[in-house]
């Protein structure tokens, strides 16, 4: 039952990263799972209402059905209501894409945003996706509140960015990550630039209460044309600040309450 249940989530996780669809050859060729196994768990996914097919024999995709599952969850969980406000502000304040992204497991997943940039270029993401935590500037700022040996040992874990995998400066090795983590720590924020994408900075700052372990973080990213150091290190005491807000204001909701008691466990 786990093969299958591990299997099922490998095919709803590569589904999720094509939007348009894809056909069972090419799910079972990216996983290295038999067809006939690919065409029960997605006969099953269909039936469940998680997939859906765009023709008859044609591709696969998902339904909004996981989507509506994750919204109804964080609904219930108060994150949203407590965070978005804050997230609002600073997008005002920034005029750029403000994002929170929570800490569970060993990494990070950006859950809720808002956009500052009414016209001009706009760097938009799709939400729900997991930072990586040696090129963003999410990843540096919940790595620099880590004892280092742990948060080495995190990005090592995760691995290293390969060469044209993400943006031009993206640090491709544990000693410049080391140096990242070092000024992150000195600042109270992170600063990348064009490590994550080419041609985007961003910012971020660990959302926690004194003495505990990071809940998340708050990051504002933007064009490297306008988001420049100099802007950046002006939002910073703001940044800091909606962090600290959002960190006060953690106990009112349940998701964050439990997070903090699991990590303090």
């Not at 990216?30 to 029960?40: E, F, G, K, M, W």
């Not at 750029?96 to 800490?103: I, N």
């Not at 994408?197 to 910012?203: D, I, P, S, V, Y």
Request: aromatic share 6%.
């Amino acid at each position: 039952m786990s093969g299958v249940l591990e299997r099922t989530l490998r095919i709803l996780e590569l589904l999720a990263q094509h939007a348009h669809g894809v056909e069972l050859a090419f799910v079972a060729d990216q996983l290295d799972i038999p067809r006939s196994a690919v065409h029960r768990l997605l006969t099953d996914l269909v039936r469940c209402g998680y997939v859906r097919q765009t023709r008859e024999h044609g591709d696969y995709l998902l339904t909004t059905k996981l989507v509506a599952l994750g919204l109804s969850f964080l609904s219930h969980s108060g994150v949203i209501d407590i965070a978005q406000p804050l997230l609002d502000r600073l997008a005002a304040a920034s005029g750029e894409l403000v994002r929170l992204a929570v800490a569970e497991g060993p990494g990070l997943t950006w859950v809720a945003r808002a956009q500052g940039a009414r016209q001009g270029l706009r760097y938009d993401p799709d939400m729900g996706s997991t930072a990586p935590l040696a090129c963003t500037s999410s990843g540096l700022a919940w790595l620099s509140v880590l004892p280092e040996e742990d948060a080495l040992a995190r990005v090592s874990q995760q691995g290293l960015a390969q060469l044209g995998q993400y943006g031009p400066q993206a640090p491709t090795t544990l000693e410049a990550v080391r140096a990242a983590l070092r000024a992150t720590r000195e600042r109270g924020y992170s600063m990348s630039f064009e490590t994550y994408t080419a041609g985007l900075n961003a910012m971020a700052a660990p959302v926690r209460l004194a003495g505990q372990a990071a809940l998340g973080t708050l990051s504002i990213a933007g064009p490297a044309v306008r988001f420049t150091p100099e802007r950046m290190q002006a939002l910073g005491p703001e940044l800091l600040a909606c962090a600290a807000q959002l960190a006060a204001a953690s106990g009112s909701s349940p998701f964050f309450s439990k997070l903090a008691a699991d990590r303090q466990g």
